[in-house]
């Protein structure tokens, strides 16, 4: 289940969200079922500690005990530790419903509501914060079509910077320096369904780089697309300076750009580690209903 199944029904809302000009909701989208798994094996994340230690520089995450059941009782994170560096590129693989687009949509108060805590750059996530949380963390959705809702794409790009009371002199500036980015600029007149699938998936990318985050949080970035769709996205990625952290089911991808791999399994983290190492051990990812990817 990715996060942009979930939200397709209130699109609007919910790209509002991410761009940081609504309040948090708690225990969103009524949904479905459970997925069920063991877990345990390499690089087990140990048991909570008492201090809280939170980050400091800009980019980082900490997330301490975090778990999070939805209001029908689905059990969808039980008890995640993971502490994130300015700058690091983490993928979060796992089986289907193993509770990757759930703790992605925690990262900036989309879920909350649950026990523990998310901080970034030692701000607690919480509805006090949340709108400064939103500038410094940017979400990605899988389907660009939750992401995308104004006529062109420069009014897309627009929407966060000029939500965040960036000067209008500058928002011009913003804008094409984040279409840039992704390797779109002088699309601002085009109209967002006009464009293919990764065009649409890098202008959905670059609405957040407008705002300039630390932190990059991207749910599937190459799901769906073509071979030259995914290797534009998979370069522009790698190219990036912010702390980036993606939910993919895109083992070579994660081979090729992100350097640190944790696995999910049934709202648990259950390895954490150096993607080339972990991607080595063949039974260790099956077990975790992954397989090693070609070469
Ligand atoms: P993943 O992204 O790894 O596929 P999810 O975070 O989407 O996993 O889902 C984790 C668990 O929570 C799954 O059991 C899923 O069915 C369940 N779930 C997801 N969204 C909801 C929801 N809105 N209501 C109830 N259960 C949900």
Known sequence: MSANARVSDNARVDA?????????????HPHVHAAGREHDHVHVEGAPTGEVS??????GIVIEHL????PDGTEALRGIDLEVAPGEKVAIVG??????????????????????????????????????IRAVVGLVFQDPDDQLFSPTIGEDVAFGPIHMGVPREDIHHRVERA?????????????PHHL??????????????????????????????????????????????ETLLVSTHDLAMVAQVMPRMVILDDGRLVADGPSAALLEDADMLEAH?????CR
């Open 16 to 28: 509002e969200q991410v761009r940081g000009a609504s309040p948090p909701v708690e225990h969103a």
């Open 54 to 59: 939170l980050a400091s520089q800009p980019g």
């Open 67 to 70: 778990h999070f059941t939805y």
């Open 95 to 132: 089986p289907n419903g193993a509770g990757k687009s759930t703790l992605l949509l925690h990262l900036n108060g989309i879920l909350a509501g649950g026990h523990g805590r998310v901080a970034i750059d030692g701000v607690v996530v919480e509805a006090a914060s949340v709108k400064r």
């Open 179 to 191: 279409l840039a980015a992704v390797g779109m600029s002088g699309t601002e007149r085009r109209v």
């Open 196 to 241: 293919s699938l990764g065009q649409r998936k890098r202008a959905s990318l670059a609405t957040v780089l407008s705002m300039d985050p630390a932190i990059l949080v991207f749910d599937e970035p190459t799901a769906g697309l073509d071979p030259r769709g995914r290797r534009e996205i998979m370069s522009v990625l790698a190219q990036r300076p």
């Open 289 to 293: 209903g992954l397989e090693k990817p």
